[in-house]
T-cell receptor, first 116, second 112 residues
Framework: GAGVSQSPSNKVTEKGKDVELRCDPI?????LYWYRQRLGQGLEFLIY????????KSGLPSDRFSAERTGESVSTLTIQRTQQEDSAVYLC??????????????FGPGTRLTVT | LAKTTQPISMDSYEGQEVNITCSHN???????ITWYQQFPSQGPRFIIQ???TKVTNEVASLFIPADRKSSTLSLPRVSLSDTAVYYC?????????????FGQGTTLQVKP
């Protein structure tokens, strides 16, 4: 079946512009996650959705970052007034509802964001 | 969530067995240990997960001692295509969200 898809695959934007990144999770996966990965670094958690609610927004770096999810499907991550430090690969993952012993998250290919 | 420590990099040759050890001294009772693999320009991919003793699947084995303060990922007979970054993570019900905390990972370079 289809995996997690993300669009666009690459995005180059000017500093100060807004960008919107999209994630389509695996059908039936109720949990959805956004991570950020800077060049040569590990993944940095941003936000988690269970259904369309976000019980954990602790990783959003600033109020310029927001995310929403429609039902148990597509999610969008919006970055307003982009800054150069926002340049990174933004990864989306989905999973079944987290439970004891089940942390198999399926990742998409990511969106590479470059802010010039 | 428990912090993990693993070597920054490792080198190996094709056909060898590779063991990557991860330390997690503050692991909680409910935490599971999970390993992910990441190739360049791709998202991480789940490899294996365990709670105690030994777990084996078609890709790897995971060894966890009785005190669970460390774990070892074992890759049998590696090939060039196993060159990747390997992440060790711990998490469980204590997090309530399934949020994964990724460290720097171990960059494995397999040479011919």
């Amino acid at each position: 079946g289809a995996g997690v898809s993300q669009s666009p695959s690459n995005k180059v934007t000017e500093k100060g512009k807004d960008v919107e990144l999209r994630c389509d999770p695996i059908s039936g996966h109720t949990a959805l996650y956004w991570y950020r990965q800077r060049l040569g670094q590990g993944l940095e958690f941003l936000i988690y959705f269970q259904g369309n609610s976000a019980p954990d927004k602790s990783g959003l770096p600033s109020d310029r970052f927001s995310a929403e999810r429609t039902g148990e499907s597509v999610s969008t991550l919006t970055i307003q007034r982009t800054q150069q430090e926002d340049s990174a690969v933004y990864l989306c993952a989905s999973s079944l509802r987290p439970s004891a012993g089940s942390y198999e998250q399926y990742f998409g290919p990511g969106t590479r964001l470059t802010v010039t | 969530l428990a912090k993990t420590t693993q070597p920054i990099s490792m080198d190996s040759y094709e056909g060898q067995e590779v063991n990557i050890t991860c330390s997690h001294n503050n692991i909680a009772t409910n935490d599971y240990i999970t390993w992910y693999q990441q190739f360049p320009s791709q998202g991480p991919r789940f490899i294996i997960q365990g709670y105690k003793t030994k777990v084996t699947n078609e890709v790897a084995s995971l060894f966890i001692p009785a005190d669970r303060k460390s774990s070892t990922l074992s890759l049998p007979r590696v090939s060039l295509s196993d060159t990747a970054v390997y992440y060790c993570l711990v998490g469980g019900l204590s997090s309530n969200t399934g949020k994964l905390i990724f460290g720097q990972g171990t960059t494995l370079q397999v040479k011919p």
